[in-house]
């Protein structure tokens, strides 16, 4: 079994939808939970960093973590074409120079 | 513009090359990352440096040898690549673990092609 699972997409969605990107883990060590945005041939942007459980909100970005069920959540509002990429989940354990990566979900928003 | 920059930005060499990846971080971090990313598989952990000390090494070839000279700088020097080598190289850097992990931060890698 994977350490994280990530459903690889692609997803379509016409322009303004909600977007709902999700990871699971196996490993309940995991306390530090990231999601990073890459662009074609650009390097990972990190998104959102949140610690335990709970939510965190940045502008049209809602990232939600449930440590009972191992499963971690990304929601985009509004959506725009220019989300269109690779969204990577990233998870950490305290004290741990290793983070584990999800293999990415790709994302096409349609105008 | 990231504060991790990595050079070149496009490598295409033979099997019998040496050939070396740099990469800087202007952010001020102690701890620096190379990553290997082939299409539809998660980022492959190489080594860390903390400190300018190694402090991972994942069961990589020995073709790959890393170098770190001071916090602001790494390299990954090449030879002898296998076209299974061929891959996106991405280096990353961070605060290293302390009192809570804090996120690594990427530069835009360097796209390696082994004929």
């Known amino acids: 079994q994977k350490e994280v699972e990530q459903d690889p997409g692609p997803l379509s969605v016409p322009e303004g939808a909600i977007v709902s990107l999700n990871c699971t883990y196996s490993?309940?060590?995991?306390?530090?939970f990231m999601w990073y945005r890459q662009y074609s041939r650009k390097g990972p942007e990190l998104l959102m960093y949140?610690?335990?459980?709970g939510n965190k909100e940045d502008g049209r970005f809602t990232a939600q973590v449930d440590k009972s069920s191992k499963y971690i959540s990304l929601f985009i509002r509004d959506s725009q074409p220019s989300d269109s990429a690779t969204y990577l989940c990233?998870?950490?354990?305290?004290?741990?120079?290793?983070?584990?990566f999800g293999a990415g979900t790709r994302l096409f928003v349609k105008a | 513009e990231t504060g991790v920059t990595q050079t070149p930005r496009h490598l295409v060499m033979g099997m019998t090359n040496k050939k070396s990846l740099k990469c800087e971080q202007h952010?001020?971090?102690?701890?620096m990352y190379w990553y290997k990313q082939s299409a539809k598989k998660p980022l492959e952990l190489m080594f860390v440096?903390?400190?300018?000390?190694?402090?991972e090494n994942n069961s990589v070839p020995s073709r790959f040898s890393p170098e770190c000279p001071n916090s602001s700088h790494l390299f990954l020097h090449l030879h002898t690549l296998q076209p299974e080598d061929s891959a996106l190289y991405l280096c990353?850097?961070?605060?290293?673990?302390?009192?809570?992990?804090?996120?690594?931060?990427f530069g835009d890698g360097t796209r390696l092609s082994i004929l």
């Open positions: 490993n309940s060590a995991f306390q530090y």
């Open positions: 440096y903390s400190l300018e000390e190694r402090v």
């Open positions: 990353a850097s961070s605060q290293a673990p302390g009192q809570g992990n804090q996120p690594q931060h």
């Open positions: 952010l001020g971090h102690n701890a």
């Open positions: 949140t610690y335990s459980s």
């Open positions: 990233a998870m950490s354990a305290r004290g741990s120079f290793k983070t584990i």
